[in-house]
């Protein structure tokens, strides 16, 4: 006997859902085998740009019932790769192997969450297994603090999981715009391009990780924190009202988002995804990458 999700969670799911499903997944009726298979897979991808470690440390002090860490330097990224940012995308069969080992197969329901929004970095993780082909994937609305904050627990203890053969998929690049593509594309009518940064990283102001300051030429500034109202996603009409007039004339699917290092553009995509404007495409490199050739223009000021 198992108990099925009755609809796959593919952008976000409250608190009080992911609760309620869980304690199905594990009711006493089940057997152990099958609890595993009803319970929706947790993963912790908590992380801080100021202090890369701290991901880690939050989650052995305490993290959801049976989830398990998803580190982006390690698992989110291959920060091997030169000059494709500071979170170069992982190799394709590197992540679809990483997957399998987490326990996931195509008809797992996946739960991604962090500290709070999901801006760091849960929709990093929700994209790169979106990615990869696997559409039951959600990033837990609020995050760990919504968990507590409705009086649930958390647990030191490291769920044991059976590791599963790779994944059965590589990334999907047609979703993905490469810096050829940012390149011939900086002529055209601004709104192809929205950038996730905080507008004094957008204008050039300020630069605390980059070594330029400035955004790329004809790109709009849509700063992430924007999409988000007391640490969880604003609704959707108010996302779709707010976004849809900066991509202007442009079909979504012909939109790319960038950021620093393409972990708050995921965001901005979970937002327009919420919002009904389906299909925009990530440029994974986003500024870090960008600047890593001096060749490249830089524009600052608004």
Same mark, same amino acid.
């Given at each position: 006997m198992t &108990?099925a999700i009755?609809?796959?969670?593919?952008?976000?799911?409250?608190v009080?859902t992911?609760?309620s499903a869980?304690?199905?997944?594990n009711?006493?009726l089940?057997?152990a085998?099958a609890?595993a298979?009803a +319970?929706?897979?947790?993963l912790?991808a908590?992380?801080?740009l100021?202090?890369p470690?701290?991901?880690a440390?939050?989650?052995?002090?305490?993290h959801?019932?049976?989830?398990l860490r998803?580190?982006?330097?390690?698992?989110?990224?291959?920060m091997?790769?030169?000059?494709?940012?500071?979170?170069p995308l992982p190799?394709s069969? *590197?992540f679809? +192997?990483?997957?399998?080992?987490?326990g996931i197969g /195509?008809?797992?329901q996946?739960?991604?969450y962090?500290?709070?929004?999901?801006s760091?970095?849960?929709? $990093?993780?929700?994209?790169l #297994?979106? #990615? &990869?082909?696997?559409?039951?994937? *959600?990033v837990l609305?609020?995050g760990?603090?919504?968990w507590?904050?409705?009086?649930? /627990?958390?647990?030191?203890?490291v769920p044991e999981v059976?590791? =599963?053969p790779?994944y059965?998929?590589?990334?999907d690049?047609?979703?993905?715009?490469?810096v050829e593509e940012i390149a011939? $594309?900086?002529?055209?009518?601004p709104?192809w =391009?929205?950038?996730?940064r905080a507008g004094?990283?957008?204008?050039?102001?300020?630069?605390?990780?980059? /070594?330029?300051?400035?955004?790329?030429?004809?790109?709009?500034n849509?700063p992430?924190?924007?999409?988000? *109202?007391?640490? $969880?996603?604003? /609704?959707?009409?108010?996302?779709?009202?707010a976004?849809?007039p900066? &991509?202007?004339?442009?079909?979504?699917?012909?939109?790319?988002?960038?950021?620093?290092?393409?972990?708050?553009a995921?965001h901005?995509l979970?937002?327009?995804e919420?919002?009904?404007?389906?299909?925009?495409r &990530?440029?994974p490199d986003?500024?870090?990458?960008?600047?890593?050739?001096?060749?490249?223009p830089?524009?600052?000021?608004?």
């Amino acid at each position: 006997m198992t &108990i099925a999700i009755p609809e796959p969670w593919t952008t976000l799911v409250d608190v009080a859902t992911l609760s309620s499903a869980l304690a199905r997944g594990n009711a006493r009726l089940l057997d152990a085998r099958a609890a595993a298979s009803a +319970a929706p897979r947790l993963l912790d991808a908590r992380f801080s740009l100021a202090d890369p470690q701290s991901g880690a440390r939050d989650y052995a002090g305490g993290h959801l019932p049976g989830a398990l860490r998803a580190d982006v330097n390690s698992d989110l990224a291959d920060m091997s790769v030169v000059g494709h940012g500071r979170h170069p995308l992982p190799d394709s069969d *590197a992540f679809a +192997a990483t997957v399998g080992r987490w326990g996931i197969g /195509p008809d797992t329901q996946v739960v991604v969450y962090d500290a709070g929004d999901g801006s760091m970095a849960a929709a $990093r993780a929700w994209w790169l #297994l979106r #990615l &990869i082909g696997h559409t039951r994937v *959600a990033v837990l609305d609020g995050g760990v603090a919504a968990w507590q904050a409705a009086g649930l /627990p958390l647990t030191r203890e490291v769920p044991e999981v059976v590791p =599963l053969p790779a994944y059965p998929g590589r990334f999907d690049t047609t979703q993905v715009a490469s810096v050829e593509e940012i390149a011939a $594309r900086l002529k055209h009518a601004p709104g192809w =391009l929205l950038d996730a940064r905080a507008g004094e990283r957008f204008r050039g102001e300020v630069e605390p990780l980059d /070594p330029v300051a400035g955004h790329v030429p004809g790109a709009v500034n849509r700063p992430f924190g924007l999409n988000v *109202a007391d640490g $969880r996603l604003r /609704p959707a009409a108010e996302l779709q009202a707010a976004l849809r007039p900066l &991509i202007g004339s442009n079909d979504p699917q012909q939109v790319v988002l960038m950021c620093g290092s393409g972990v708050t553009a995921c965001h901005l995509l979970l937002a327009m995804e919420v919002a009904g404007l389906h299909g925009a495409r &990530i440029y994974p490199d986003s500024w870090s990458g960008w600047v890593s050739d001096s060749s490249r223009p830089v524009a600052t000021g608004e």
